[in-house]
């Protein structure tokens, strides 16, 4: 959208000079056509001077000439400018043009709208005839950049999704992660939490394929294993997705699909200075309904009732809930209102500077952002500033070099309480308990002095997390002059990350009323309290970290005779990870006003460190052959070596191949199928390995901690439990991490892809189409459901496991213009469906409790059985009811009825059914609509998924409040044909403790992702400031949700607890200029 | 010019390849955060930190849900899924609190299949590795005397819990077969016994200063009296239980003879008494006041004369929250603390007038005062309405200065609003304060809570007694009586009644087994004993009765509005129970029979 908008722009600004140059052009034709005497120049050369003073202080040469269309018919007005300087003139109604050009030197830029621009180098030349391509057409020789390299687009056999950074701007995410669904067919994202710093999608592309790690392999510039999240947008150039065989030149981690991220490069021209600033707001996209104090009260009576004991409130207590007499007593808290403002600021804002000449050109970025949290008086805020400079220098003719060095701060700050704990306290927060005091104090303590509306502040001290990245890249490219079309490149990119993480954890202070006390002035007294620690504590981690990957690329290109193309890419590429870490810990600080280390108690202090280290090394190449750019094809292989695995082991064959036919170039097509512009089908088959498991899965190792520790756990968990002798001596204790698997090695994932691509109605109309047919074997898995426990064994990976995956996608895209409204409309989908050929599995399950021959369970390497679910099949009305079917032990009057799957009249583990579906969607849909007119301009993402669910389950009863959507329409002895239980006390009713498809909601959603208007001021009334561009706009990201099943939650939210962070709706005002 | 740079900058590019392609070596690299199997079998300080790790399977009874709250000692006031066990609701798909996976509750979780087989594969790995490592005798000797009585112990939980299960001593591969069936109940107390046999040959008689915690001869000793006097309780010599269960030689005897098992299980316990390492600390008080002081000083030392195994802890000790923090865990919220396992009436009742006589509430002179002339050891354990007890946290402290107990409820008359205001005390479950921790029973535990410490914000670090020599004394008199020695058993009995400055007892017969229970009732309470205790004599059914508390409640005279200085206690029913015979063991989870098909699952599940 802006795309065209800036070249729109840039035509209105060439109007206005060259309406004048036009009329001098002309007067100076007829002025040579009719007074070619001598006699007249200085006349002429007079008004020409005053007409048009930028072109004349220089010997000028005047170059005329022909533009025509794709058709080869004359096009009018097309705007004719000399690159680098402000001569500039249009093409009149027969096409034809006529420019003065100082020296005779430089290259001429010929834009249109609808058409690519072209650019044509005067060389001495006075006529230059032009013929400009539809930008739809451009398209085809658009370059894509692919696996180590770049490639057109018509001769691309891959199956392979580009987003243009421009589009990615149009969302006002700061996290880049987040703007990419319904942008790619193919990609499909969740996005477990919206916190500031940590509000990443998990990006899946083409769903899930196995049942370890799915993790697309991110590559920023070549080099692998950089961050997709916080790269700042306006650096973007483009974003690519490998989905099929074409990323197997990645080999390792490529299984899971490849996501290809280039930076911007200077371009040769006069220096460009672009501001891009915007500021808005954020806030909570859903905000689940609580049961307010009346009704919790009432709740807590039932929950007395049901144990037999007597009511904890009166009907008083209740009718002083509901009508807020009694504020101090009495209150009616909404926790969610307590803790979270309305909105937060966000603000971004970014500066670059590009520009270049023959032998060097440049591309300079600055950036700042912040995002503050959702809480009043908020503890939890983000800032990153960042710098990106990317340098490209022309040595000799056969040389040229490019470095490249982008750094930025992550600078997270929380409270010293995490995200989980707060909002855990705010969906738990008891309607009927202050969350302030009606004096303006903070309210009593829910559990471990958590009160969230104090928590969620730096009363608590801070935990500031500062990650420092650098990311380096010096490539040199050389150009063996001795074979034509060989080169070699070379390429060391050095990434260095540091990370500082400070948490001083300080007492804080809550108020508390004993319901009885009231001062002299019949005021209540509340009584403060020390919580969380009696002594302020400090933590100081110090983390590195550090990734170096060399690589060296030979690269040979050659077309033979006039139809065969041959393109070849050798390469070796090493990469090597390595990182420290320590920190330090005292506490029993005398005082908070010092948070450094020297002032702590020499008490209990501690310390703490350890390091990694990781190599792989790999060979690959690529070979690409085209026959007229009609028959395509592509072979690339990879063999590759990881540290992962035992050394007979260690290295894996990687190939894949793809092919292509532009069946629109034949001549059969040619000469009967006009309606269709370009048709291409393409197909590939390929093979990719993955080494992304547990280290060390072949040796047999041993590790300081226990059993009780969770290494594998997201994040890894480990406790401290020393064996203490002598009363207080703390002895290590040392446990066997598993038994080894000597054969570990390489999962392999098999790849088959068949499209075709088309351009129709004169290229309006574009459309792509993808099936693919994904077998990923050898899945390093646990045997766990088969070895028994009573082995003891602590069991390694072992390649067993088998997962087919299977899908199409699909673009459709429609771009014209009427008169000056230009539109875009494209639609795309992507529809995924795993499967389980083979895992482990419990040799004695029945048919419907197996995983294989299903999906991939949401969690298949912790809680694999997670999907199995006791059929939820309506609430018991009554003891009759109860009696009258098969039901859990201890069951009653408005519990769930569990259906008895298997029939034999007992309702136990063997009743479970395995549910098919998971927290990823099946189909993932984009509708995204671009318009156009004059300075305006409308750009929309709609966004939808479907085939997914979500458990609920909130932590209610005694402990916390009720999701008010559970507590309408619950079972009570009053109203007992219900559709909801009765109330529950936390996990203690089977109904809650046992998973069951009463909690499973569907999560199928639509939503207004992303918007952005914008308005250009129209260059005429800023010429003068030296701007040559300056737009407004305002955008807005997750805008408008429609979920019909899911309403407490965000469909996008991984969770359903209600304990995680919030997915964020924002909107932004903002200005972008250039100069 | 250019031909010089090309090749200039070629070289450079070939450096590159070099470095990339001529290093395959590079990618052996070694983990930096473990060791590898040969650096540890050499080395006897790693195999030290290995065997340290065995004694974690072993589980304590400070996590926070205590084993007190699955039998008739207390009750969880936050419930988090105990209900259901007393309500005898566990099922093979349904483990609740005793899955190993089960979101808290340590203790029952540690009891799982699941962990204990993990630590015995660790002591059958040691057993595997430790002969051919080059190690001193005298330390392999130590090592493996302390492995064999850690896997004798392992293997003690499990058949306390499941019956007989696979007795497996190997350390598996891959490559094994893994389906074993159950071994007989027979089977595993013979190799739990000569474990404990093989222990105590290797074990010295104490550890040095440095190694005490560690396994000695004396508690290898000590767990063999344990394992044996349980064989020889009515459950293990008795299925009639599970009338009808194919094969009832998994969960008990089938014939032999009962008296040489009880007769065995006295021996054990006088092999423990006769290595005279142990003794009553402070067996023989001046006053009650003394006895009470004894008692309760017990369990908050680092070490008495009692202790043969038990386990220390430091504040570092870190495990999941509800790892170990028992006066956090255990104390009222009037104190900022949790009030978990709270004592049940049925327990705080079973504490014997100082005479010796039982307490009654149906006698109107105890009812009125039933906190007066108790059992010196119940004040040393329990908390109740107008108890002393320490220094209230610095914002609750003004609410009553004095650090006294309130669980009760006040009448108080409002002269305002001339009406009766009732006012909660601050330890109740209306409690101005964290009221959802307050009790339901109205007590508190005392017993093991240090009182010096503020336990909101720290930590105590007594240790947990796995086995003291008070519990070796009544197995001895329980073996007794069932051999009809009824004198022998009642001088040990009496030993453990004098230093609680109780009368002596004197009954014969059935009476005296009643005695002997109650006593081992109430010495041992909250010492991870009563929930086998009723199992093992048969008499669950009494124990899951519905849990019992009181509500005392300061009365004001309708007509002078008087409070009363005293309290009327109210009995109450604080929470519905059921026992269901299945119960007397646990079910072998629904997964591990799938597993398995050589497992038999118990009765009646």
Redesign the interface.
């Given at each position: 959208m802006s795309f065209l908008f800036i070249n729109n722009n840039q035509k209105l600004r060439m109007k206005k000079s060259s309406t004048t140059c036009r009329r001098m052009e002309w007067l100076k034709h007829q002025l040579r056509q009719h007074f070619t005497k001598k006699m007249l120049q200085p006349f002429i050369m007079i008004l020409l001077l005053h007409a048009c003073f930028v072109n004349v202080f220089a010997q000028s040469k005047t170059i005329t000439g022909m533009v025509r269309n794709d058709k080869g018919e004359p096009m009018p007005a097309v705007s004719v400018t000399l690159k680098g300087s402000r001569a500039a003139t249009s093409a009149n109604s027969d096409g034809r043009f006529s420019i003065d050009v100082p020296n005779g030197k430089g290259t001429l830029v010929f834009t249109y709208v609808g058409f690519a621009a072209k650019e044509i180098s005067i060389n001495n030349k006075t006529v230059i005839d032009v013929q400009l391509e539809t930008e739809e057409a451009r398209k085809l020789d658009e370059v894509v950049v692919v696996g180590y390299g770049t490639t057109k687009k018509a001769t691309l056999t891959g199956a392979v999704s580009v987003v243009k950074g421009k589009e990615v701007l149009q969302s006002p995410a700061t996290n880049v992660s987040n703007s990419l669904v319904g942008r790619l067919p193919g990609l499909v994202a969740t996005q477990p939490s919206g916190e500031p710093g940590y509000d990443g999608s998990t990006i899946r592309i083409r769903g899930v394929n196995t049942t370890g790690n799915n993790d697309a392999l991110v590559v920023v510039d070549g080099i692998p294993g950089r961050s997709l999240e916080r790269i700042d947008p306006n650096s973007i150039e483009s974003i690519t997705i490998l989905k099929d065989a074409s990323a197997a030149i990645y080999g390792a981690q490529a299984a899971n699909g490849v996501i290809l991220i280039t930076t911007k490069r200077g371009k040769t021209g006069k220096p460009e200075i672009t501001l891009n600033t915007n500021y808005g707001y954020n806030q909570p996209t859903v905000l689940p309904k609580m049961a307010d104090a009346p009704t919790y009260a009432t709740m807590m009576n039932e929950i007395a009732l049901y144990n037999g004991s007597p009511a904890l409130y009166t009907d008083d207590d209740i009718k002083k809930y509901k009508d807020g007499s009694d504020p101090w007593g009495h209150p009616n808290t909404d926790w969610f209102k307590a803790t979270l403002k309305p909105r937060s600021s966000q603000y971004a804002t970014n500066v670059s500077l590009s520009g270049g000449n023959e032998s060097t050109r440049y591309f300079v970025s600055i950036g700042y952002k912040h995002q503050d949290g959702n809480y009043y008086h908020s503890g939890t805020f983000y800032n990153q500033p960042d710098f990106r400079s990317n340098l490209d220098a022309r040595i000799s003719k056969y040389i040229s070099v490019g470095f490249d060095l982008a750094g930025r701060l992550e600078d997270r700050n929380y409270p010293t309480r995490g995200a989980g704990d707060i909002f855990r306290m705010v969906q738990r927060g008891k309607p009927n308990l202050p969350a302030y005091w009606p004096n303006g104090l903070p309210g009593p303590d829910i559990e471990y002095g958590n009160n969230p509306v104090v928590i969620s502040t730096d009363a608590t001290g801070y935990n500031k997390d500062k990650y420092y990245a650098l990311n380096s890249n010096l490539k040199l490219n050389i150009i063996i002059p001795w074979v034509k079309g060989l080169s070699i490149t070379g390429n060391a990119g050095i990434d260095k990350g540091f990370d500082f993480i400070k948490l001083w954890q300080t007492p804080w202070y809550l108020y508390t009323w004993d319901g009885t006390s009231y001062d002299a002035n019949n005021q209540p007294v509340l009584v403060k309290g020390k919580r969380g620690f009696d002594a302020p504590q400090l933590t100081e981690t110090f983390k590195t970290d550090q990734q170096v990957v060399l690589n060296a690329l030979i690269n040979y290109e050659h077309t033979f005779g006039q139809d065969h193309a041959i393109k070849v890419l050798v390469g070796s590429e090493k990469r090597e990870g390595k990182g420290e870490n320590f920190n330090a810990f005292r506490q029993y600080y005398v005082s908070p006003s010092i948070d450094q280390l020297f002032a702590g108690g020499s008490l209990g202090k501690d310390n703490n460190g350890s390091a990694y280290i990781n190599e792989r090394l790999n060979y690959f190449g690529r070979v690409n052959y085209s026959y007229k750019e009609k028959y395509l094809a592509e072979f690339v292989w990879r063999y590759d070596g990881s540290y992962i695995f035992p050394e007979d082991h260690r290295f894996g064959f990687f190939p894949g191949v793809s092919l292509g036919w532009r069946v629109s170039e034949e001549n059969f097509w040619k000469n009967n199928v006009t309606i269709i512009d370009n048709f291409k089908l393409r197909a590939s088959w390929g093979q990719t390995g993955n080494d992304r498991i547990a280290e060390w899965q072949y040796l047999s190792t041993y590790a300081y901690g226990s059993f009780f520790d969770d290494p594998s756990a997201n994040p890894p968990v480990y406790w401290y439990i020393p064996f203490v002798t002598n009363g207080s001596t703390e002895n290590q204790t040392l446990y066997e991490t598993r038994i080894p698997n000597p054969n570990a090695t390489w999962e392999l994932a098999t790849q088959r892809n068949i499209g075709f691509e088309a351009t129709l109605l004169r290229n309006k109309l574009s459309v792509e189409f993808d099936y693919f047919d994904y077998l990923r074997s050898k899945i390093l898995a646990k045997k766990n459901a088969s070895v028994p426990l009573s082995t003891g064994l602590i069991l390694p990976l072992e390649n067993i496991g088998k997962v087919s995956n299977k899908g199409f996608e699909f673009v459709v895209s429609y771009k014209d213009r009427v008169g000056d409204f230009n539109y875009q409309v494209s639609v795309n989908g992507s529809y995924a469906r795993n499967k389980i050929l083979f895992w482990d599995e419990a040799p004695g399950r029945p048919e419907y409790q197996r995983s294989t021959g299903k999906s991939i369970p949401t969690d298949p390497i912790n809680n694999p059985d997670n999907n199995l679910y006791y059929q939820a099949i309506g609430v018991f009305e009554d003891q009759a009811a109860v009696d009258k079917y098969a039901h859990w032990s201890g069951a009653r009057a408005g519990d769930i009825i569990f259906k008895d799957a298997n029939g034999d009249g007992v309702i136990d583990g063997n009743d479970r059914v395995r549910n098919d579906k998971t927290n990823i969607p099946r189909f993932v849909g984009g509708l995204s609509i671009n318009l156009q007119y004059k300075g305006f301009d409308l750009s929309v993402l709609m966004q939808g998924a479907t085939g997914a669910v979500n458990y609920i389950s909130t932590e209610s009863g005694e402990i916390g409040d009720y999701l008010q959507s559970f507590a309408k329409d619950r079972w009570t002895p009053d109203h007992t044909k219900a559709n909801t239980p009765r109330t529950f006390n936390r996990t203690n009713e089977y109904y809650v403790s046992q998973r069951n498809t009463f909690w499973l909601r569907k999560t199928d959603y639509l939503r207004l992702k992303t918007f952005q208007v914008g308005y250009s001021i129209p260059p005429k009334a800023i010429h003068k400031t030296g701007i040559q561009n300056i737009r407004i706009y305002i955008s807005g990201f997750n805008v408008f949700t429609y979920s019909p099943d899911y309403k407490d939650f965000d469909p996008e939210a991984s969770g359903g607890d209600g304990h995680s962070y919030p997915l964020q709706k924002v909107l932004t005002a903002g200005l972008s200029l250039t100069f | 010019?250019?031909m010089k740079?090309?090749i200039y900058?070629?070289v450079?590019?070939?450096v590159?390849?070099q470095?990339?392609?001529c290093?395959?070596n590079?990618?052996?690299?070694s983990?930096?955060?473990?060791?590898?199997?040969a650096s540890?079998w050499k080395d006897a300080s790693?195999i030290?930190?290995?065997v340290?790790?065995i004694?974690?399977g072993i589980p304590m009874g400070f996590s926070n849900i205590m084993m007190a709250s699955y039998s008739d000692e207390s009750m969880y006031n936050?419930?988090?899924?105990t209900?259901?066990v007393t309500?005898s609701?566990i099922?093979?798909?349904?483990l609740?609190l005793f899955d190993?996976k089960y979101w808290t509750s340590n203790r029952t979780r540690q009891m799982n299949?699941?962990?204990g087989?993990?630590?015995?594969?660790?002591a059958?790995?040691f057993f595997s590795k430790i002969e051919s490592a080059p190690v001193d005798d005298a330390v392999k000797k130590e090592y493996k005397g302390e492995v064999h009585f850690l896997r004798a112990f392992l293997y003690h939980n499990l058949v306390s819990v499941y019956g007989g299960?696979?007795i497996?001593t190997k350390a598996?591969?891959?490559e094994?077969s893994?389906?074993?069936p159950r071994n007989t109940y027979a089977d595993c107390i013979d190799f739990i016994t000569s474990e404990c046999d093989s222990a105590a040959l290797l074990l010295p008689l104490t550890q040095s200063?440095?190694?005490?915690?560690?396994a000695t001869k004396g508690a290898a000793l000590a767990l063999k009296s344990r394992v044996l006097l349980y064989a020889a309780s009515d459950f293990y010599n008795d299925a009639s239980w599970a009338s009808g269960y194919g094969h009832p030689e998994l969960i008990s005897y089938v014939g032999g003879d009962r008296v040489a098992r009880w007769q065995a299980a006295k021996d054990a316990a006088k092999a423990v008494i006769d290595l005279g390492a142990y003794s009553l600390y402070q067996p023989s008080p001046a006053s009650a006041a003394d006895a009470q002081k004894n008692y309760g000083d017990i369990f908050l030392q680092?070490?008495t004369s009692e202790d043969i195994f038990l386990?220390?802890?430091?504040?570092?000790?870190?495990?999941?929250w509800d790892?170990y923090n028992p006066g956090l865990y255990n104390q009222p919220n009037g104190y900022?603390c949790w009030g978990s396992n709270t004592p049940l009436g049925q327990l705080v009742d079973a504490y014997e007038m100082s005479d010796g006589t039982k307490f009654d509430w149906t006698n109107p002179t105890q009812a009125a005062n039933p906190y007066l002339n108790r059992d010196p050891r119940f004040y040393a354990s329990i908390l109740y309405e107008g108890a002393q007890w320490r220094q209230r946290?610095?914002?609750?402290s003004?609410?009553d200065p004095q650090g006294i107990i309130q669980t009760a409820f006040w009448e108080k008359w409002n002269g305002t609003t001339s009406s009766m205001?009732v006012?909660?005390g601050?330890d109740t479950?209306?409690s101005?304060?964290?009221n959802?921790n307050g009790t339901?029973s109205g007590y508190y535990l005392k017993k093991f809570i240090d009182p010096t410490i503020?336990a909101q914000?720290?930590k105590q670090?007594q240790?947990w007694r796995h086995i003291r020599y008070s519990e070796i004394l009544l197995n001895y008199a329980e073996a007794c009586i069932a051999l009809n020695q009824e004198a022998e058993a009642k001088t040990y009995i009496n030993m453990i009644r004098t230093r609680a400055y109780m009368p002596d007892i004197t009954e014969s017969g059935q009476a005296l087994v009643d005695r002997y229970r109650h006593e081992r009732q109430i010495e041992m309470a909250y010492e991870d004993q009563r929930f086998f205790d009723v199992r093992r004599w048969l008499i669950a059914d009494k124990a899951y009765t519905d849990a019992m508390g009181v509500e005392p409640r300061y009365k004001m005279d309708p007509t002078t509005h008087i409070t009363a200085t005293t309290p009327t206690y109210t009995v109450i029913?604080?929470?519905?129970r059921a026992w269901n015979p299945r119960f007397y063991l646990l079910p072998i989870s629904?997964?591990?029979?799938?597993?398995?098909?050589k497992?038999i699952q118990n009765p009646l599940y």
């Amino acid at each position: 959208m802006s795309f065209l908008f800036i070249n729109n722009n840039q035509k209105l600004r060439m109007k206005k000079s060259s309406t004048t140059c036009r009329r001098m052009e002309w007067l100076k034709h007829q002025l040579r056509q009719h007074f070619t005497k001598k006699m007249l120049q200085p006349f002429i050369m007079i008004l020409l001077l005053h007409a048009c003073f930028v072109n004349v202080f220089a010997q000028s040469k005047t170059i005329t000439g022909m533009v025509r269309n794709d058709k080869g018919e004359p096009m009018p007005a097309v705007s004719v400018t000399l690159k680098g300087s402000r001569a500039a003139t249009s093409a009149n109604s027969d096409g034809r043009f006529s420019i003065d050009v100082p020296n005779g030197k430089g290259t001429l830029v010929f834009t249109y709208v609808g058409f690519a621009a072209k650019e044509i180098s005067i060389n001495n030349k006075t006529v230059i005839d032009v013929q400009l391509e539809t930008e739809e057409a451009r398209k085809l020789d658009e370059v894509v950049v692919v696996g180590y390299g770049t490639t057109k687009k018509a001769t691309l056999t891959g199956a392979v999704s580009v987003v243009k950074g421009k589009e990615v701007l149009q969302s006002p995410a700061t996290n880049v992660s987040n703007s990419l669904v319904g942008r790619l067919p193919g990609l499909v994202a969740t996005q477990p939490s919206g916190e500031p710093g940590y509000d990443g999608s998990t990006i899946r592309i083409r769903g899930v394929n196995t049942t370890g790690n799915n993790d697309a392999l991110v590559v920023v510039d070549g080099i692998p294993g950089r961050s997709l999240e916080r790269i700042d947008p306006n650096s973007i150039e483009s974003i690519t997705i490998l989905k099929d065989a074409s990323a197997a030149i990645y080999g390792a981690q490529a299984a899971n699909g490849v996501i290809l991220i280039t930076t911007k490069r200077g371009k040769t021209g006069k220096p460009e200075i672009t501001l891009n600033t915007n500021y808005g707001y954020n806030q909570p996209t859903v905000l689940p309904k609580m049961a307010d104090a009346p009704t919790y009260a009432t709740m807590m009576n039932e929950i007395a009732l049901y144990n037999g004991s007597p009511a904890l409130y009166t009907d008083d207590d209740i009718k002083k809930y509901k009508d807020g007499s009694d504020p101090w007593g009495h209150p009616n808290t909404d926790w969610f209102k307590a803790t979270l403002k309305p909105r937060s600021s966000q603000y971004a804002t970014n500066v670059s500077l590009s520009g270049g000449n023959e032998s060097t050109r440049y591309f300079v970025s600055i950036g700042y952002k912040h995002q503050d949290g959702n809480y009043y008086h908020s503890g939890t805020f983000y800032n990153q500033p960042d710098f990106r400079s990317n340098l490209d220098a022309r040595i000799s003719k056969y040389i040229s070099v490019g470095f490249d060095l982008a750094g930025r701060l992550e600078d997270r700050n929380y409270p010293t309480r995490g995200a989980g704990d707060i909002f855990r306290m705010v969906q738990r927060g008891k309607p009927n308990l202050p969350a302030y005091w009606p004096n303006g104090l903070p309210g009593p303590d829910i559990e471990y002095g958590n009160n969230p509306v104090v928590i969620s502040t730096d009363a608590t001290g801070y935990n500031k997390d500062k990650y420092y990245a650098l990311n380096s890249n010096l490539k040199l490219n050389i150009i063996i002059p001795w074979v034509k079309g060989l080169s070699i490149t070379g390429n060391a990119g050095i990434d260095k990350g540091f990370d500082f993480i400070k948490l001083w954890q300080t007492p804080w202070y809550l108020y508390t009323w004993d319901g009885t006390s009231y001062d002299a002035n019949n005021q209540p007294v509340l009584v403060k309290g020390k919580r969380g620690f009696d002594a302020p504590q400090l933590t100081e981690t110090f983390k590195t970290d550090q990734q170096v990957v060399l690589n060296a690329l030979i690269n040979y290109e050659h077309t033979f005779g006039q139809d065969h193309a041959i393109k070849v890419l050798v390469g070796s590429e090493k990469r090597e990870g390595k990182g420290e870490n320590f920190n330090a810990f005292r506490q029993y600080y005398v005082s908070p006003s010092i948070d450094q280390l020297f002032a702590g108690g020499s008490l209990g202090k501690d310390n703490n460190g350890s390091a990694y280290i990781n190599e792989r090394l790999n060979y690959f190449g690529r070979v690409n052959y085209s026959y007229k750019e009609k028959y395509l094809a592509e072979f690339v292989w990879r063999y590759d070596g990881s540290y992962i695995f035992p050394e007979d082991h260690r290295f894996g064959f990687f190939p894949g191949v793809s092919l292509g036919w532009r069946v629109s170039e034949e001549n059969f097509w040619k000469n009967n199928v006009t309606i269709i512009d370009n048709f291409k089908l393409r197909a590939s088959w390929g093979q990719t390995g993955n080494d992304r498991i547990a280290e060390w899965q072949y040796l047999s190792t041993y590790a300081y901690g226990s059993f009780f520790d969770d290494p594998s756990a997201n994040p890894p968990v480990y406790w401290y439990i020393p064996f203490v002798t002598n009363g207080s001596t703390e002895n290590q204790t040392l446990y066997e991490t598993r038994i080894p698997n000597p054969n570990a090695t390489w999962e392999l994932a098999t790849q088959r892809n068949i499209g075709f691509e088309a351009t129709l109605l004169r290229n309006k109309l574009s459309v792509e189409f993808d099936y693919f047919d994904y077998l990923r074997s050898k899945i390093l898995a646990k045997k766990n459901a088969s070895v028994p426990l009573s082995t003891g064994l602590i069991l390694p990976l072992e390649n067993i496991g088998k997962v087919s995956n299977k899908g199409f996608e699909f673009v459709v895209s429609y771009k014209d213009r009427v008169g000056d409204f230009n539109y875009q409309v494209s639609v795309n989908g992507s529809y995924a469906r795993n499967k389980i050929l083979f895992w482990d599995e419990a040799p004695g399950r029945p048919e419907y409790q197996r995983s294989t021959g299903k999906s991939i369970p949401t969690d298949p390497i912790n809680n694999p059985d997670n999907n199995l679910y006791y059929q939820a099949i309506g609430v018991f009305e009554d003891q009759a009811a109860v009696d009258k079917y098969a039901h859990w032990s201890g069951a009653r009057a408005g519990d769930i009825i569990f259906k008895d799957a298997n029939g034999d009249g007992v309702i136990d583990g063997n009743d479970r059914v395995r549910n098919d579906k998971t927290n990823i969607p099946r189909f993932v849909g984009g509708l995204s609509i671009n318009l156009q007119y004059k300075g305006f301009d409308l750009s929309v993402l709609m966004q939808g998924a479907t085939g997914a669910v979500n458990y609920i389950s909130t932590e209610s009863g005694e402990i916390g409040d009720y999701l008010q959507s559970f507590a309408k329409d619950r079972w009570t002895p009053d109203h007992t044909k219900a559709n909801t239980p009765r109330t529950f006390n936390r996990t203690n009713e089977y109904y809650v403790s046992q998973r069951n498809t009463f909690w499973l909601r569907k999560t199928d959603y639509l939503r207004l992702k992303t918007f952005q208007v914008g308005y250009s001021i129209p260059p005429k009334a800023i010429h003068k400031t030296g701007i040559q561009n300056i737009r407004i706009y305002i955008s807005g990201f997750n805008v408008f949700t429609y979920s019909p099943d899911y309403k407490d939650f965000d469909p996008e939210a991984s969770g359903g607890d209600g304990h995680s962070y919030p997915l964020q709706k924002v909107l932004t005002a903002g200005l972008s200029l250039t100069f | 010019m250019y031909m010089k740079r090309i090749i200039y900058f070629t070289v450079v590019v070939f450096v590159i390849v070099q470095t990339t392609s001529c290093s395959k070596n590079s990618l052996n690299v070694s983990p930096t955060d473990q060791f590898s199997d040969a650096s540890v079998w050499k080395d006897a300080s790693l195999i030290q930190t290995f065997v340290n790790n065995i004694y974690d399977g072993i589980p304590m009874g400070f996590s926070n849900i205590m084993m007190a709250s699955y039998s008739d000692e207390s009750m969880y006031n936050a419930d988090f899924g105990t209900s259901n066990v007393t309500k005898s609701l566990i099922t093979p798909s349904d483990l609740s609190l005793f899955d190993s996976k089960y979101w808290t509750s340590n203790r029952t979780r540690q009891m799982n299949w699941e962990w204990g087989y993990k630590f015995i594969r660790a002591a059958n790995v040691f057993f595997s590795k430790i002969e051919s490592a080059p190690v001193d005798d005298a330390v392999k000797k130590e090592y493996k005397g302390e492995v064999h009585f850690l896997r004798a112990f392992l293997y003690h939980n499990l058949v306390s819990v499941y019956g007989g299960v696979p007795i497996i001593t190997k350390a598996y591969t891959l490559e094994d077969s893994f389906a074993v069936p159950r071994n007989t109940y027979a089977d595993c107390i013979d190799f739990i016994t000569s474990e404990c046999d093989s222990a105590a040959l290797l074990l010295p008689l104490t550890q040095s200063t440095a190694d005490l915690g560690r396994a000695t001869k004396g508690a290898a000793l000590a767990l063999k009296s344990r394992v044996l006097l349980y064989a020889a309780s009515d459950f293990y010599n008795d299925a009639s239980w599970a009338s009808g269960y194919g094969h009832p030689e998994l969960i008990s005897y089938v014939g032999g003879d009962r008296v040489a098992r009880w007769q065995a299980a006295k021996d054990a316990a006088k092999a423990v008494i006769d290595l005279g390492a142990y003794s009553l600390y402070q067996p023989s008080p001046a006053s009650a006041a003394d006895a009470q002081k004894n008692y309760g000083d017990i369990f908050l030392q680092t070490g008495t004369s009692e202790d043969i195994f038990l386990k220390y802890f430091t504040i570092k000790f870190n495990w999941n929250w509800d790892g170990y923090n028992p006066g956090l865990y255990n104390q009222p919220n009037g104190y900022h603390c949790w009030g978990s396992n709270t004592p049940l009436g049925q327990l705080v009742d079973a504490y014997e007038m100082s005479d010796g006589t039982k307490f009654d509430w149906t006698n109107p002179t105890q009812a009125a005062n039933p906190y007066l002339n108790r059992d010196p050891r119940f004040y040393a354990s329990i908390l109740y309405e107008g108890a002393q007890w320490r220094q209230r946290p610095a914002d609750i402290s003004p609410s009553d200065p004095q650090g006294i107990i309130q669980t009760a409820f006040w009448e108080k008359w409002n002269g305002t609003t001339s009406s009766m205001d009732v006012i909660a005390g601050l330890d109740t479950r209306k409690s101005p304060f964290e009221n959802w921790n307050g009790t339901y029973s109205g007590y508190y535990l005392k017993k093991f809570i240090d009182p010096t410490i503020d336990a909101q914000n720290f930590k105590q670090t007594q240790p947990w007694r796995h086995i003291r020599y008070s519990e070796i004394l009544l197995n001895y008199a329980e073996a007794c009586i069932a051999l009809n020695q009824e004198a022998e058993a009642k001088t040990y009995i009496n030993m453990i009644r004098t230093r609680a400055y109780m009368p002596d007892i004197t009954e014969s017969g059935q009476a005296l087994v009643d005695r002997y229970r109650h006593e081992r009732q109430i010495e041992m309470a909250y010492e991870d004993q009563r929930f086998f205790d009723v199992r093992r004599w048969l008499i669950a059914d009494k124990a899951y009765t519905d849990a019992m508390g009181v509500e005392p409640r300061y009365k004001m005279d309708p007509t002078t509005h008087i409070t009363a200085t005293t309290p009327t206690y109210t009995v109450i029913d604080i929470q519905e129970r059921a026992w269901n015979p299945r119960f007397y063991l646990l079910p072998i989870s629904l997964d591990e029979i799938n597993r398995n098909n050589k497992l038999i699952q118990n009765p009646l599940y």
